[in-house]
């Protein structure tokens, strides 16, 4: 069973277009995390949320609203997409002060 | 605020060296480190998770160190292989908040035959 899945794995789509990405975890962690990696792989944190309640929010274009119907479950869409949000997205969770963070595959979002 | 560096940027050795990865962070006043590994189009793996009042971290061929005075750590691999051919990337908690993790820019390894 994956433990932290994303849908979709690709995405490829129009400038101006809005699209989402979901995550949803089985580990029955508490906190789950958007991280983009942008094309020098430099991995950086966007959002967290502990118990469907946002915890960070990194100076994020608010174009990017993350959604959390449930703990298990933490969704991105982002509004009028732009050629620089082109990267990879990955979601992750955790237990509130375990520290040990687990990751999804990774959705990699193109913007022609 | 925290920052992570790590060097070197990337590393080619033949199999069966020892190796030493290494990774410095700023804010010293950490709960714990991460050390991650990341294949290629793939997610991110825990490898080790060092609490800060441990020194090391021993998994399998890999054995991670943390010395907070300092401000560094290192994750030393032994007998490499071709498999361990990744990106390794270590993470700090910034500013004592343990859930928000600030990475490093990884050591790109590469393990030849």
């Known amino acids: 069973d994956t433990a932290v899945s994303q849908t979709p794995k690709y995405l490829v789509t129009q400038m101006g277009n809005d699209k989402s990405i979901k995550c949803e975890q089985n580990?029955?962690?508490?906190?789950m995390y958007w991280y983009k990696q942008d094309s020098k792989k430099f991995l950086k944190i966007m959002f967290s949320y502990n118990n469907k309640e946002l915890i960070i929010n990194e100076t994020v274009p608010n174009r990017f609203s993350p959604k959390s119907p449930d703990k298990a479950h933490l969704n991105l869409h982002i509004n009028s997409l732009e050629l620089g949000d082109s990267a990879v997205y990955f979601c992750a969770s955790t237990r509130q002060g375990a520290g040990e963070l687990f990751f999804g595959e990774g959705s990699r979002l193109t913007v022609l | 605020k925290q920052e992570v560096t790590q060097i070197p940027a990337a590393l080619s050795v033949p199999e069966g060296e020892n190796l030493v990865l290494n990774c410095s962070f700023t804010d010293s006043a950490i709960y714990n480190l991460q050390w991650f590994r990341q294949d290629p189009g793939k997610g991110l793996t825990s490898l080790l998770l060092?609490?800060?009042?441990?020194r090391e971290q021993t998994s399998g061929r890999l054995n991670a160190s943390l010395d907070k005075s300092s401000g560094r750590s290192t994750l030393y691999i032994a007998a490499s292989q071709p498999g361990d051919s990744a990106t390794y990337l270590c993470a700090a908690p910034s500013g004592g908040n343990t859930d928000k993790l600030i990475f490093g820019t990884g050591t790109r390894l590469q393990v030849f035959p």
């Open positions: 580990l029955g962690h508490d906190t």
């Open positions: 060092i609490q800060s009042s441990q």
